[in-house]
C-alpha cells in the first residue's frame, strides 16, 4: 500500500555531507511517522532518526545528534536526511520507514514500523 524509495546514497570523504531523499507514494504523508535505520552486513537495524509528518520536534540517535537533521517536503511527499560531518561508522544501508504510530517513544524501534524502502547505501571513507 506505501511505497517508500530512497535515494542520495553514495560514497563521500571522512567529514562530509550527505543528503538522502525518501520519496513516498501510495498513501499521504499527514498521518504518518517517517524514520531512518541504517544497517551493515552482520548487525541489526539501528535507528537514526525520525519525525511526524504533521510536525513536532524530532527524535535522534545519540550516535547522530547534531549532525543529522531529518525534515519534510510537504508538496513532494519526501523526508530528507541530511547527514554532515559524516564518519566511517556512519557507512550502512540507509532505509526509509514509515509508521502510524505516534508515540514517539517506539519511534527508535524497527517493529513500529510496516512500511520500509529499498535502501541506499552510504559509503564514508577516510
Known amino acids: 500500500q506505501v511505497q517508500l524509495v530512497e535515494s542520495g546514497g553514495g560514497l563521500v570523504q571522512d567529514g562530509g555531507s550527505l543528503r538522502l531523499s525518501c520519496a513516498a507514494s501510495?498513501?499521504?504523508?499527514?498521518?504518518?511517522?517517517l524514520g531512518w535505520f541504517r544497517q551493515t552486513p552482520g548487525k541489526e537495524r539501528e535507528f537514526v532518526a525520525a519525525?511526524?509528518?504533521?510536525?513536532?520536534?524530532?527524535v535522534y540517535a545519540d550516535s547522530v545528534k547534531g549532525r543529522f537533521t531529518i525534515s519534510r517536503d510537504n508538496a513532494k511527499n519526501t523526508v530528507q536526511l541530511q547527514m554532515n560531518s559524516l564518519k566511517p561508522e556512519d557507512t550502512a544501508v540507509y532505509y526509509c520507514?514509515?509508521?502510524?504510530?505516534?508515540?514517539?517513544?517506539?519511534?527508535?524501534?524497527?517493529?513500529?514500523?510496516?512500511?520500509w524502502g529499498q535502501g541506499t547505501q552510504v559509503t564514508v571513507s577516510s
Open positions: 520507514a514509515a509508521t502510524l504510530v505516534q508515540n514517539y517513544g517506539f519511534w527508535s524501534r524497527s517493529s513500529s514500523y510496516p512500511y
Open positions: 501510495g498513501r499521504t504523508f499527514s498521518s504518518y511517522v
Open positions: 519525525m511526524a509528518w504533521r510536525g513536532g520536534s524530532p
